[in-house]
């Protein structure tokens, strides 16, 4: 099977958005909007997504807010097809509940098997895993954090290309 879609996490999967780290924690997104230009896109982001995009459909799936994550994308020039942030889940709902893959997988009528899910966090792993997606690691991060339960970690998003 081809994959059809693809998930990814928004911060520190594809931004490097762990300056903001302490308004995040806090969850002081008009603050994190007021620094963006703090964060910084990872290295071949940008080609990667482009790559994926011409076969596959490309969803942000976060635990932040929308407004916050749809100014970073909109700084970035980042294309998607789908966000789903934190207040699209129901209460309780947010990863590593599945909910929000499992939204992404029904919008586009798309099976676990033929979608891969990209992160950086264990709680990534573990919502990926939730949904019976493959999760691959985002090794590229500053802040990986490889305990999660990983089908394979990437070092650069090009690695992940072939699998695609």
């Not at 099976?111 to 891969?116: I, K, S, T, W």
Request: glycine share 4%.
């Amino acid at each position: 099977m081809s994959t059809r879609l693809i998930i990814m996490d928004l911060d520190d999967t594809i931004i490097n958005s762990h300056p903001l780290k302490g308004y995040r924690d806090n969850r002081n997104w008009k603050a994190c909007v007021r620094n963006l230009s703090e964060i910084s896109l990872y290295n071949e982001i940008p080609h990667f997504i482009e790559e994926i995009r011409s076969t596959a459909k490309l969803a942000i799936a976060t635990n932040s807010v929308s407004f916050y994550a749809e100014a970073a994308l909109r700084y970035f020039d980042i294309p998607y097809d789908l966000l789903v942030a934190f207040h699209d889940c129901p209460s309780g709902m947010h990863k590593p509940h599945p909910f929000s893959i499992t939204k992404c997988l029904q919008t586009f009528s798309v099976p676990p098997n033929e979608c891969l899910g990209i992160g950086d966090s264990s709680i990534d792993a573990t919502a990926f895993a939730n949904a019976n997606i493959a999760a691959i690691g985002a090794g590229w991060s500053d802040v990986f954090d490889p305990t999660g339960a990983w089908a394979s970690i990437a070092a650069r998003p090009s690695d992940i290309l072939p699998l695609t």
